[in-house]
């Protein structure tokens, strides 16, 4: 469990959200897709665009290792889906889990989705 520092800047009615972190590798999602160790599902319900895009920065300041926070929307909610990339994730996959067919999304900082064009080049040599 990580602790996720306060969202001063959240409207009083975000405030009283429910959200969920759960690590990837330990959750329902564990053998969805190539989980890496500090990979986390953020669960909300009523997620609008700020509370997703303030969640995800809370994420990379409270665990500034985690490769991505994975937002699992029921698959062919398109409002959701619209919501999630407005507020910078982006679609990756459709999943079958035993109780559920998700869409998920991911928002990844900017470290994980750089890349180096120098193809002869190794990273961090």
């Known amino acids: 469990?990580?602790?996720?520092?306060?969202?001063?800047?959240?409207?009083?009615?975000?405030?009283?959200?429910?959200?969920r972190l759960a690590r990837c590798a330990a959750g329902r999602l564990r053998e969805a897709y190539p989980v890496a160790a500090h990979d986390l599902e953020l669960q909300v319900d009523e997620a609008g665009t700020e509370l997703l895009?303030?969640?995800v920065d809370?994420?990379?300041?409270?665990?500034?290792?985690?490769?991505?926070?994975?937002?699992?929307v029921p698959e062919g909610d398109l409002a959701r889906i619209?919501?999630?990339?407005?507020?910078?994730?982006?679609?990756?996959?459709?999943?079958?889990?035993?109780?559920?067919?998700?869409?998920?999304?991911?928002a990844e900082p900017a470290w994980v989705t750089r890349a180096d064009m120098d193809l002869g080049h190794v990273p961090d040599s």
């Open 82 to 106: 619209a919501a999630a990339e407005a507020a910078g994730f982006r679609y990756v996959v459709d999943v079958d889990l035993a109780d559920a067919q998700l869409s998920l999304l991911v």
């Open 53 to 55: 895009r303030a969640l």
């Open 1 to 19: 469990m990580i602790t996720v520092p306060p969202l001063p800047d959240l409207a009083p009615a975000f405030q009283s959200a429910r959200v």
């Open 58 to 72: 809370a994420v990379s300041v409270a665990d500034p290792r985690c490769r991505r926070v994975v937002y699992a």
